[in-house]
């Protein structure tokens, strides 16, 4: 051995044994820090699981909502395993320059994957590192560049990473061009095409060099990349937090564990309050020990899931990009959640993990325990609270070293729960659920919730209805109607009478707006000969709207009642025109005990229009003026449809809702370019329709004014709450100047397909066009 040989050696094994000891050291305090999290069980069906992950990791279809970054990635993530054998073939080179593996070292095959995957991994790397760049926030909009999903990610761990791999496949290249080159000077029959398939003629710019030159090159390039490796390895050693770097070991473990083994998105239903891992009985709830958490107060009541959520986030901003409070400049970005979560997790763990002894002691005494003697604030920091944070500096909303709460609580109540952030994370993470927990505990623990909240706890405690109106008014909305419509109990004894229960819901029952859905939907119903009946004052909430806020004992009273009237009535195929009432008689109640089949309207409406059962005729200006539902006359020559994000992102209801639309006479269909899974919430989600938007820009005007672009004259919805945030946004408009009153309307698509199904009677004119009248913001009725 050379000189050079021996100084490579010592070197290059001596990193590479620190590395290796403090990634051990590293992945030992993973394993503590998770083991910190409640229990919770994501074992089942372990086929299933890896399918999915298969699926995820192979085919990407996570990543696929941006398909350049998508390709890009998957080449960089392959080249990242296959080019290992590269490195060991690196360690030998130290030794011998013309080493090569065993068995495969030759084999064409490898040595065409190889050099394949070295140039498409340069070629990627270099790519996301351009879009990277085009996408930093000094060239974004939105004060300090908020609109590029990079604001706030920390850029030198980013751009460390980048270059590490960037100079890993250019040694990977230079390496192969030089053995190639080494192969042609002592003439191995190596030097070809076979064997060096795209690397080969680099070779031919080192041909000039002498033997012993070549060998010193390989030994001097291997040597570089072990140590790029390995410098690499101890860095993300030492930073645990680094996501970027540590997501690409423990994406596979998120995956695997994600919510559904099926690989669904873990949407649609909350979880349950659980202790100990097992799922809270309300009715014991007395016996429950004090210190018992119900949500979450602290880091360490998340489930270990969540702490590995929030270590996985690659801090790739897609979350941040889609989230409808961050989008109207409010403080709340999902992905800055996570990180200030993880970052407060891994700070807070050795505090967590010391001995009984060490914490006896006290902060001060023990904060030599911690990486940095100003993060001891940690172990007693407050997890939701107020931060004094500058709304034009969204970042200091987020302190997860101290000395304040680790998060602003206006964070927390920003957001809709519309789930954008869950369906665009490449890696699964459950922010939905993260957020509901901490407001769990903000509101059964601490009694610390927006003011405006109090008044929809109180209505719905007394009243059963987030307005506080008497169960009595709950059938006001059929009253006129050409046609009975049956009660349970009163008109038919048992559902096996009829062809569905119609869930008429508190806004079908009570808000005007939502009443013309409701009336349109029951005369869609009669005109196809679908028997159904309805519950009348025997309905109550369903408790979306307080389970989302955090008040997990009112939903359980709400949802109780409501499915033990249900299955008193045996209800099994249920209609329902609410988006939410959707989600939670679907997704929610069989937690309860309540197993049903349920259908959206628009779904149901479109079985019933491809049974020929309902038959548009109508084209617009041809409407039905003749009848008893207001507003029959709803169709229009342009729509547009806003999906309800409850519809949507949380149950995968795209097509029906659009069918109908697109086979009315004389419509013509405009999307905007936010739909389906990239739809902009309304604003009304997360029990957000009862808390007043005093941060930023109001998300339904935001979402109203993406719909006017279109120059569509109808803006069709499929819940009642966009219909009621929309049509506010509509009157913003009009009080604008942007529009003129009566020139767009916003109506439910049920109502569309009825003004489609009925003609002008007599030939008479045509129904004057709903027009939006100003209302106020909705808000809870005043308790009495």
């Known amino acids: 051995m050379t000189a050079l040989q021996i100084v490579a050696v010592v070197v290059c094994l001596g990193v590479t044994a620190v590395a290796v000891a403090l990634l051990v050291k590293t992945v030992n305090h993973f394993l503590a820090t998770f083991r910190l999290g409640q229990p919770e069980d994501r074992g089942d069906d372990k086929g299933a699981r890896t399918r999915t992950l298969l699926r995820e990791f192979l085919g990407h279809t996570r990543m696929s909502r941006l398909p350049v970054v998508a390709v890009a990635h998957w080449f960089t993530m392959v080249s990242f395993g296959v080019l290992f054998f590269t490195l060991l073939n690196a360690f030998g080179q130290l030794f011998q320059p013309e080493f090569v593996l065993p068995v495969i070292g030759h084999f064409f095959l490898y040595e065409w994957v190889t050099d394949f995957f070295a140039f498409a991994g340069f070629i ?48 990977i290249g230079l390496l192969r061009a030089l053995e190639w080159t080494l192969a042609r000077k002592t003439g191995t029959g190596m030097d070809t095409a076979l064997h060096f398939p795209l690397t080969g003629w680099i070779g031919n710019f080192f041909t000039g060099l002498s033997v012993g030159a070549i060998e010193n090159l390989i030994v001097v390039i291997a040597a570089i990349k072990i140590l790029i490796s390995f410098a690499w390895m101890i860095t993300i050693a030492l930073q645990p937090t680094m996501g970027v770097a540590w997501h690409r070991f423990l994406a596979f473990f998120n995956i695997f564990f994600k919510r559904h083994a099926d690989g669904r998105t873990s949407l649609g239903e909350l979880q349950p309050i659980k202790v100990g891992g097992e799922v809270l009985d309300f009715e014991q709830v007395e016996d429950l020990d004090e210190d018992a958490a119900l949500g979450v107060g602290k880091v360490e009541d998340f489930t270990w899931k969540g702490l590995l959520d929030f270590t996985t986030c690659t801090e790739c901003g897609r ?158 909305w059929a009253k006129d109607l050409p046609f009975e419509v ?67 004992f009112l939903f359980q009273m709400l949802a109780q009642q409501n499915v033990e009237t249900l299955n008193e009535v045996g209800a099994t195929k249920i209609v329902v025109t ?91 269909y405009a999307e905007m370019e936010r739909s389906k899974e990239k739809s902009f919430c309304c604003g009304a989600g997360g029990a957000r329709m009862w808390m007043e938007e005093k941060l930023g820009t109001r998300i339904n005007n935001n979402r109203t004014e993406e719909a006017l672009a279109t120059g569509a004259d109808r803006i069709a919805v499929g819940c009642p709450f966009c219909k009621v945030m929309l049509t506010d946004g509509l009157n913003a408009a009009v009080q604008d100047g942007k529009k003129a009153e009566g020139e767009v309307e916003v109506v439910d698509v049920a109502q569309m397909l009825l003004a489609a199904v009925r003609r002008s009677d007599g ?22």
């Open 319 to 476: 979350c941040q990009s889609q989230c409808p409070a961050w989008n109207t400049d409010k403080p709340l970005s999902p992905k800055l959640l996570v990180m200030a979560l993880r970052d407060h997790a891994h700070a807070k763990s050795p505090w967590l993990l010391a001995s009984e002894e060490v914490r006896a002691a006290g902060i001060d005494a023990a904060a030599d325990n911690f990486s940095d003697a100003t993060k001891g604030a940690v172990a007693t920091e407050q997890l939701v609270g107020e931060t004094g944070y500058d709304i034009r500096h969204p970042l200091t909303a987020y302190n997860p070293h101290g000395p304040d709460a680790v998060i602003d609580e206006d964070v927390l109540w920003s957001c809709t729960t519309c789930g954008a952030c869950v369906e665009q994370c490449p890696v699964d993470i459950e922010h939905v659920d993260a957020i509901v927990d901490m407001r769990r505990y903000k509101n059964l623990i601490e009694s610390a919730f927006p003011s405006e909240l109090n008044g929809l706890f109180k209505n719905l405690e007394k009243n059963s209805n987030p307005w506080g109106l008497a169960p009595r008014l709950r059938m006001d």
């Open 124 to 171: 990627s790397i270099v790519l996301l590192m351009a879009i990277r760049q085009k996408n930093h926030p000094r060239s974004a909009a939105g004060e300090d560049g908020r609109r590029s999903r990079f604001f706030g990610s920390t850029w030198w761990q980013a751009y460390y990473v980048e270059l590490t791999i960037l100079g890993v496949t250019l040694c």
């Open 763 to 784: 030939g008479g004119e045509p129904a004057e066009a709903e027009t939006p009248q100003p209302q106020p913001d909705p808000e809870p009725a005043p308790v009495a």
């Open 486 to 552: 049956k009660q349970v109990g009163q008109d038919v004894e048992s559902l096996d009478e009829v062809d569905y229960l119609f869930w008429v819901g508190c806004a079908g029952a009570y808000e005007d707006r939502a009443k013309k859905t409701t009336r349109a939907v029951a005369e869609l119903l009669d005109t196809a000969g679908v028997s159904f009946a309805v519950l009348g004052d025997g309905e109550a909430c369903t408790g979306d709207s307080a389970r989302r806020a955090g008040n997990e």
């Open 578 to 668: 609410c988006a939410h009432c959707f989600n939670t008689i679907k997704n929610e109640y069989p937690q309860l005990g309540g197993q049903y089949e349920v259908l959206h309207h628009t779904q149901l409406l479109n079985r019933l229009v491809r049974e020929k059962r309902l038959t548009p005729v109508a084209r617009p200006g041809e409407a039905a003026s003749a009848g008893t539902l207001t507003g029959a006359a709803s169709t229009g020559a342009k729509v547009t449809y806003h999906d309800p994000c409850y519809l949507g992102r949380h149950n995968q209801v795209y097509a029906p809702p659009r069918e109908l639309l697109q086979i009315l006479p004389g419509v013509e």
